[in-house]
């Protein structure tokens, strides 16, 4: 019995070192996406094994630093090896770009308690901010739109292009106009009594 509790607490260790790290099996990686992001769990679990047995995914044996190799013939086993969530965010990136959902990185500034959602609102809006301030506006008084031009908002658009925060045609749209009613109730706070 007290042997099975020492393997329980080495267990228990093992996989706090592994989440301090930033590890996943593909297993629950897929797991993740499918509650996250809505996506299919087991299409998911597939990919990312194709992916590893070709090597375009960085897979490691649990505990080890080194990247993990099938031999040939070697099945890639999805509750087994490892991978890191950044290696997780980059293929995401590049073989799944219209998933939105990234993995927390440990030791960077996306890793906080606050939720999925709000955190990409907040990075969307800090880019539109930085953006408008590149380009020589004023984030409080953005000039009107004139017919037959572009406005500031089109300007903006345009020059941030596709970070990797955008989902879609609408989401700078909506960042957009979280942007603004923050603004505009910055300055109904801030309006001198009548």
């Given at each position: ?75 890639v086993r999805a509750f087994y090896e490892q991978i890191y969530s ?90 957009w106009e979280r942007l603004r009613r923050a603004d505009q109730i ?7 009594p009548e």
């Open positions: 019995m007290n042997e099975s509790l020492n393997l329980e607490a080495q267990y228990a260790e093992q996989e706090s070192r592994k989440r301090d790290a930033g590890r996943y099996t593909i297993k629950e990686a897929a797991e993740i996406l499918d509650r996250e992001a809505g996506e299919r769990k087991e299409t998911l679990v597939e990919k990312l094994k194709a992916a590893a047995k070709a090597g375009t995914l960085p897979v490691y044996g649990p505990g080890e630093n080194a990247r993990y190799e099938y031999p040939p013939g070697r099945p950044s290696d997780l965010n980059k293929w995401l990136e590049a073989q799944e770009p219209r998933i939105t959902f990234r993995f927390s990185v440990p030791g960077t500034r996306a890793d906080t308690s606050a939720p999925k959602p709000l955190q990409r609102h907040r990075a969307q809006e800090e880019a539109i901010l930085a953006k408008i301030q590149e380009l020589g506006y004023d984030p409080v008084a953005l000039p009107a739109r004139r017919p037959g031009r572009p406005g500031a908002k089109a300007n903006v658009k345009a020059a941030l292009g596709d970070q990797g925060i955008w989902a879609g045609r609408t989401v700078f749209d909506k960042a910055k300055d109904q706070n801030n309006l001198p």
